[in-house]
């Protein structure tokens, strides 16, 4: 509890530093783009499709499950308790089609109730390119690629730092049209050492409306698939559990075929507090089988500072 709100203190002085700085540059997003805002929930995967220049700084707060099924069936595990994260994404922007990308990185606070113990330590680190291949602004649309790498930097005890990294091939697109932002992004998760990670697909949406000038609230849909699973050989967790880990987790779990599919829905919204600084909260559940996955609930907050 006591690094929750040391991390919700580092959010809202990251914010009241953003305020204070923004009458010192102009804000570098295009002015077709002006509107374009990040989604909330899938942020290491699903991430805003336009290039530009900011600080992402987050915090997550995830109920575990109560159960998880384990044994490729055989029976249900007891665990409860929660997940907490906070962490940093960076990207910045060569150009308007071109940037490089941190995606992944923070400290993580695991706290199950039952079966696996508490730990805390640190994420994976991931980073890599963004391009634009479609920028168009008469449109309002942009279509990007990203090639990202996940290297195992993270502690094993938060299930973190196996295999041999990875890499994320994603395509995402943005698309606004009035006061509407539609965007999406679909990819894969590709590890070099398939024992202690499984191959994951995914997809994510976002629709959000802009009411006002500054508030915007928003939908978001994040499905999970298991196109190959892993050997087993990682955590203790990989040998039992019957599903993969979502957007933070790649368990390389032997039995992750048995529930392929992970599919969570958030509501939310953003405020505008400044040209270059927004506010964001989400509220995330799945929609598949909870005892099929980590996730009972999850709330993230984050500030997006942009230049």
Known sequence: MKNYLLSAGLLAGLSIAAQASAPLAPVATPDAFTNAITPISNPTLHGNPLPQTNVHAMLMHQRLSNGINVGNGAATAPLGGDLNLVAVQLEYAFNERFSLIASKDG????????????????????????????????????????????VPTGNRDVLQGYGDSSVNLIASALKIHDAWQFSGAAGVQLPFDTKEQSVIGFASAHV???????FVPLVELNWFRVISEGEGTGHVASSLADFEGGDLINLGSVNASANKDIVTAAIGARYKLTDRVNLGAAYEIPLTDEEANLMKSRVTLDVVWTF
């Open 107 to 150: 400290y993580i606070d695991f706290n199950p109730n039952n079966t696996l113990t508490e730990e805390n330590g640190f994420a994976n680190i991931a980073a890599g390119v963004k391009y634009a291949f479609i920028y168009d602004e008469p449109s309002q649309f942009v279509f990007s690629g990203s090639a990202v790498l996940e």
């Open 208 to 214: 959000s409306y802009h009411v006002t000038e500054r």
